[in-house]
């Protein structure tokens, strides 16, 4: 292949390495995301506290020394974790905090007389929460959660620097190996852009996907 | 292996010292972010489509695009036209050059704010851009921004480590040095951690003030 194509096949690899954590990382964050975030929701201090705890941590930190912590201090108190493993985990941890955010934001928004109404109806907390509010507050969400989908994509990046081999660690392999930072480089951003645009649009369809009946006034 | 108090107090000068570092490169980045944010901000109103559209796309590919390879391609790409930045240069100028895509979507916000009738009035007083946006615009759109600049501030703050990538002796270089040397990596990085997390933690109830001087609807 002409160059600069000729190092797509190496990029290539290290893109899908990408993918995966960028997709696992995601499946985490958003468990993470809604657990914390019900969880400060909740009216007994003892499931408020530990969820603030996580999120004041994950975001008070920064998610490159939380790697490191991860991946080079645990082991020393006994807890192994492979490369791949500790990527997942703590990435998607760190994103989660920020969507926990975002989830209790977003119920918060949701009138307050739409819950009042669910408890008149004679719902439960739980079917009030699941039923009325929930769906709601998902529409509020996709937005934020949408960029934070790209943010995560970009913070794999981190993750060369725990030796996985992805898209930034080829990048670096094939300089290493060719010296054509230029090609090489700008291949990779564009690999990126190229990435986070499909993620974007691909949110916007789905947030118009949800929007359908919207119009139809405020009953979903 | 239990955690050593001698050892962490031991260390604890070096990590203060690149501490420093650390915060230098914070202050230089958030300083180049604030004013090349606005310039995009600004950029992005023009009125020619040539000025406006690609602004727009610049922007877009800095903030979709990772600040580490961001990082690496101002370090070992920019040599190759002949610039040689020094790592801490390059890691001070990826830093602002990546927020200042998001400070300029704060900037965006705040001037949107800023009511059209100002706009209006200051055209029919037939002022030049120039006062237009120094004297009437960003008086009244900036203010009320400052605490979401106050958070990228933080979060560039949080991104500092990054640096370490290209061997910038900041917080996080220092301790894995440190653990490279003494086979000790538990002490090092959980007292960066906990550097870290004490200052971001300030910084936010520094933010929470600012809302409360500058925030709208005051």
């Known amino acids: ?200 649009r691909g949110m916007r369809w789905l947030e118009r996907r949800m929007a359908v009946g919207r119009e139809l006034g405020r009953a979903w | 292996m239990i955690w050593d108090w001698d050892f962490s107090l031991e260390i604890l000068p070096d990590l203060l010292r690149a501490l420093l570092v650390t915060v230098e490169a914070t202050v230089l980045g958030m300083a180049l972010a604030l004013v090349l944010g606005l310039v995009w901000a600004i950029a992005r109103r023009a009125r020619h489509r040539l000025i406006s559209l690609p602004t727009y796309w610049v922007v877009e590919f800095i903030r979709s695009t990772p600040l580490l390879v961001q990082i690496y391609f101002l370090f070992f790409v920019l040599p190759d036209a002949g610039i040689r930045l020094s790592p801490l240069t390059a890691g001070v100028v990826a830093l602002g050059l990546h927020y200042s895509a998001y400070t300029a979507e704060v900037y965006r916000a705040g001037i949107d704010g800023v009511p059209r009738g100002q706009w209006e009035a200051a055209l029919a007083l037939d002022m030049s851009p120039w006062h237009l946006w120094r004297a009437v615009i960003l008086p009244q759109a900036i203010p009320p921004v400052i605490p979401a600049l106050g958070n990228y501030l933080v979060a560039m703050f949080k991104d500092t480590p990054l640096l370490a990538a290209i061997t910038v002796l900041e917080l996080l270089q220092t301790a894995k040095l440190i653990g490279a040397e003494t086979f000790r990596y538990l002490e090092p990085l959980t007292l960066v951690g906990v550097l870290f997390l004490a200052i971001s933690l300030l910084a936010s109830r520094f933010v929470y003030v600012l809302e409360a001087r500058f925030g709208r609807g005051q």
Do not use: C
């Open chain 1, 1 to 200: 292949m002409p160059a600069p194509f000729d190092l797509l096949p190496a990029l290539l690899q290290g893109l899908w390495v990408t993918l995966l954590i960028t997709a696992g990382g995601a499946a985490v964050a958003a468990l993470a995301a809604f657990a914390a975030g019900l969880a400060r929701l909740s009216r007994s201090v003892w499931v408020r506290i530990p969820a603030l705890a996580y999120i004041d941590l994950f975001r008070g930190t920064s998610a490159l020394v939380q790697l490191f912590w991860a991946y080079f201090a645990l082991p020393l108190l006994g807890i192994e974790l492979n490369a791949m493993t500790v990527a997942i985990v703590v990435l998607g941890l760190n994103i989660g905090a920020y969507g926990a955010e975002v989830v209790r934001g977003a119920i918060q928004a949701v009138p307050a007389e739409q819950h009042d109404a669910a408890i008149a109806l004679n719902f439960t907390e739980h079917q009030a929460m699941g039923r009325i509010l929930l769906p709601q507050a998902l529409r509020a969400m996709l937005p934020p959660f949408g960029n934070l989908l790209i943010e995560l994509l970009k913070s794999t990046a981190l993750v060369s620097l725990i030796t996985l081999n992805d898209l930034t660690f080829q990048a670096q392999l094939l300089r290493g190996a060719t010296l054509r930072s230029a090609e090489i480089f700008a291949l990779v951003l564009l690999l990126y852009f190229v990435v986070a645009q499909v993620i974007s």
